[in-house]
């Protein structure tokens, strides 16, 4: 008999759920087109997945829409990349207006060309008020360069006696990274069937949830983003904690 699975909204969704939008590539490669269409289709999957985490009420959605590894893929794939980012952000903009979804992005974003960069700052002043949801692009992010930038940020203060190394605990080193503002992803998804971070989110993953699908990232749509949070809301979340310790705590009778 085959397994049905359930796609009505599950129970315990992610406050954060992040995505590694993997095997844009391969679709078109499969279909014997080249690259960016698979980057195209790529970007008309990130349409769905926003307006399908906006609808289900998830406050924050991170997607990896281009790592510091990915400048040194071919100048035309880049180009076309940022094209589409730039296109993404003229498009949608009033998308997320309507829809109070505030704009926000990590990452070294001064890498990126100038007219990208003018208008992804644009239109973050211009969502800044917005508290529905927010949607964080990392853009030429790279986790151990935020780590690397963090520590030597904290070295300096330490240099200058603004703040004192034992006060250098984990809240405080979460404070300087990008995403010092923003809950660490109780969900990572990866598409295409790769399993690793790829340099993504390494500090805030340490308690995160990983799905693995392969399913390419331009095939991935609601049902496929239902199945992933299903996933999610059947597993045991223990932080290093023991499963009667959670029972307990579920029942209110921890001491
Ligand atoms: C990885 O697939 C995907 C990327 C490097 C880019 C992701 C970009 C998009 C989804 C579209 C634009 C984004 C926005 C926010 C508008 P890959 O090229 O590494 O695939 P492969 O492993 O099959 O080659």
Redesign the pocket.
């Known amino acids: 008999m085959t397994k049905t699975v359930s796609i009505e909204k599950p129970d315990r969704l992610p406050r954060h759920l992040a995505i590694i ?7 078109a ?1 499969r279909r014997f087109m080249p ?1 960016i269409m ?2 195209r289709q ?2 008309k ?2 349409k769905e997945i926003v307006t399908a985490c906006r609808e289900l009420g998830i406050p924050y959605l991170t ?1 990896y ?3 510091k590894e ?1 400048w040194s893929r071919p100048r035309e794939e880049v180009d076309a ?1 940022m094209d ?2 730039y296109d ?1 952000l003229q498009r949608e903009v009033d998308e997320l207006l309507g829809n109070r979804i505030r704009l926000r992005a990590i990452g070294e974003l001064y890498r990126l060309p100038e007219r990208v960069r003018n208008l992804l700052f644009e239109t973050l002043e211009r969502t800044s008020k917005n508290y529905e949801m927010q949607l964080v ?1 990392a853009l030429s992010y790279g986790s151990r360069s935020e780590i690397a930038d963090a520590a030597r940020r904290i070295a300096e203060k330490c240099a200058k006696g603004v703040l004192s190394p034992p006060e250098v605990d984990e809240e405080t080193f979460a404070s300087f990274l990008y995403t010092s503002d923003i809950p660490d992803p109780d969900l990572i998804i990866r598409t ?1 069937g790769e399993q690793r971070l790829s340099n993504f989110l390494l500090f805030q993953a340490a308690y995160s949830e990983f799905y693995i699908t392969e399913t ?2 331009p095939d991935f749509d609601r049902k496929e983003l239902l199945k992933a949070l299903q996933d999610y809301s059947m597993r045991e979340r223990r932080f290093g904690r023991t499963s009667d310790q959670i029972f307990l705590r579920c029942t209110g009778s921890e001491s």
């Open positions: 939008m993997d095997g844009n590539g391969r679709w490669k690259r698979g980057h790529g970007a999957a990130v997607l829409a281009f790592s990915n990349l589409l980012l993404y692009l295409s390419l990232w």
